[in-house]
């Protein structure tokens, strides 16, 4: 799943197209699948954006801030924080190891390893509650142990953590592997060849090179992990106050018909989502000028 | 291939590679195929065969099959629009492909809500034509569509930015109109990434949870995803039901990634791209 993930260098001008009378469509054929591809855009993707903040601020500023201020959401958004502060840096040191071994070495069963590390994808999020759910659940396997030590796994934040570095599991290891394949292995021998240690090789040769890939995979693992929503609403419990994420803390005040203060936090959420793209975006910029770059230089 | 590798670090990374992975998704995916096998065989096939649960493997899978397959034609043509013609704010449209991404699911959930319900912006409109969309199996359909879009956008756009124009011009020359062209020159070469992003967003849309049931009523027998029947199970303290409602998803999730797996191989090869 590795495509829809990775980076692209973002649209190019289309001049070469529509400049070529062998590449162009008649301007009324152009403007009307312009046309279709933007109201489908506007009605699916805009709309929806647009809507959360509209609601939100529905009434008015101090009905906004007195929902993000209140304990709970507070509570909820510190949840937020602290399972992605332990999620996101755990699956990122994953996915360098991962990717080391799997660019750098060739090994037999590689290409199955990575259909493994692709599962928590393709898994339903529920699925993936569940997974932790019989595990450490009161009748699981090692529930009982764990009760017996006075300690709580389901319906607490260790699972909640524990879910959310399952459905982020993938996003690192997913964004390096290619790009660290791409870049081979020459430099890297070169250093080793030079005497540099191992670890020496990786922080002055190899993460250079793919730090805009580390840095894009980690803010996807992060959006991911701020935002799940059904893996985490499966072990929490709901414990108002003590296991409510964001999604989850929006949820309850939605289902308690309290709208506006339900898409105050989900706004929130919104510009965590904004942020994100913004720095992809940025990324993506900053790589296609390297990349013009480059070519200049070579001709 | 067998070129003596100087690199040091393989045994430690992989060797954390592979425990980290047992650990976290090996290990606790097991569970429900070994919580599964407490069933007979005969039990295991009542559960998974309730009317209730049927009805609601065809809404998610009909829902899911029908939102890949809108997304495949407006997807295309978005993908086409952003890589073959300028237009006013196309930066900005591309960026924002990638919302599904990066929204949460929940937050997609009440906003689509919002937007699709009798008093919403849209929803008001489509009702004076008696057309419901919130709380029926129409909304799981718009929710799917939603989560799916940027895999089918994403997949595309890429293989058709490789394109060499070259070829066009070929057909062209030979006195193919652009019709024929579009559709007997490029449309074959992107039917295999277009079909991967088909699958993908499939696969998605099978397993979502978040985004759909807010806008989707939740009605017994008529609007319940499969995944609203394993936290209902769960609800209800019926374990063995959930794992079993599981083991049948994981199953179908293992067929589809294989499927998937095969299609971007086959893709690479055609199109000469690696990744």
């Known amino acids: 799943m590795a495509a829809t993930i990775s980076l692209h260098l973002g649209p190019a001008h289309a001049d070469r197209y529509e400049n070529n009378p062998a590449t162009r469509e008649t301007p009324w054929v152009k403007w009307t699948v312009i046309g279709i591809s933007l109201a489908f855009f506007a009605l699916f993707l805009l709309l929806p954006l647009v809507v959360v ?72 999020p529920v699925v993936a509650g569940l997974i932790f759910v019989l595990v450490f659940g009161r009748t699981g ?13 389901v319906f607490a934040v260790p699972g909640i953590v524990l879910a959310t570095i399952f459905v982020t599991f993938p996003f690192v290891a997913r964004e390096l592997i290619p790009l660290m394949e791409a ?58 106050g003590e296991t409510n994420t964001m999604p989850l803390h929006v949820e309850i005040i939605y289902s308690e018909y309290k709208f506006a203060a339900a898409f105050a936090v989900a706004s929130l959420l919104a510009i965590l989502a904004l942020l994100t793209l913004l720095v992809k975006t940025w990324i993506e910029w900053r790589a296609a000028r390297a990349r013009d770059e480059e070519a200049a230089e070579g001709s | ?76 043509l978005l993908a086409w629009s952003l890589v073959r013609y300028n237009f006013p ?34 929803g008001r409109i489509v009702e004076s034509f008696g ?5 029926t199996p129409l909304g799981v359909l718009l929710a799917l569509v939603f989560i799916g879009l940027p895999f089918i956008v994403r997949t595309v756009q890429p293989v058709l930015e490789d394109l060499e124009t070259e070829i066009e011009e070929a057909a062209t020359s030979l006195g193919a109109s652009r019709w024929q062209t579009i559709s007997k020159v490029i449309f074959p070469t992107l039917y295999p990434a277009l079909l991967t992003g088909f699958a993908l967003a499939f696969a998605r849309a099978v397993g979502e949870y978040g985004s759909v049931i807010f806008i989707a009523g939740n009605m017994p027998m008529v609007s319940e995803i ?38 971007q191989s086959w893709t690479a090869k055609r199109t000469g791209r690696s990744k």
């Open chain 1, 53 to 124: 903040f509209y609601e939100a601020l529905r009434k008015g500023w101090d009905a906004y801030l007195a929902a993000l201020v209140d304990p709970d959401a507070l509570s909820s958004v510190r949840l937020t924080l602290l399972a992605a502060a332990i999620s996101v840096p755990l699956n990122l040191v994953f996915g360098v190891a991962a990717a080391w071994a799997i660019a750098k070495f060739d090994f037999p069963g590689k290409s199955f390893l990575i259909t493994l590390i692709d599962l928590p994808f393709s898994v339903s």
């Open chain 1, 141 to 153: 396997w090692l529930g009982p142990w764990f009760i017996e030590n006075d300690m709580k796994v």
């Open chain 1, 183 to 240: 870049q081979g292995r020459d430099e890297e021998e070169a250093s080793t060849v030079l005497g540099a240690s191992g670890w020496q090789t990786f922080w002055h040769v190899t993460l250079p090179n793919i730090k805009w890939g580390l840095i894009y995979g980690v803010i996807l693992c992060n959006a991911r992990a701020m935002g799940e929503f059904g893996a985490v609403s499966v072990v929490s419990g709901h414990i108002r």
């Open chain 2, 1 to 76: 291939m067998s070129r003596r590798n100087a690199l040091p670090g393989f045994n430690l990374s992989l060797g954390y590679t592979l425990t980290w992975l047992s650990l976290i998704v090996l290990i606790p995916l097991s569970a429900v195929f070994i919580k599964s096998a407490e069933l007979t065989l005969e039990q295991f096939w009542q559960v998974v065969t309730t009317p209730r649960v049927v009805a609601s493997y065809k809404l998610t899978f009909g829902a899911a099959l029908a939102a890949a397959s809108i997304n495949a034609v407006f997807g295309l």
């Open chain 2, 89 to 122: 704010g196309k930066k900005i449209v591309d960026s924002l492909v990638d919302l599904p991404f990066a929204l949460p699911t929940a937050v997609a959930g009440i906003a689509l809500t919002a937007l699709w319900a009798g008093n919403g912006w849209v």
């Open chain 2, 131 to 135: 057309i419901k969309v919130a709380f």
């Open chain 2, 226 to 263: 499969t995944p609203l029947m394993i936290i209902t199970k769960l609800e209800q303290y019926d374990y063995r039901g959930a794992t079993a409602i599981a083991a049948t998803m994981l199953v179908v999730s293992f067929v589809l990634l294989i499927a998937i797996n095969s299609l």
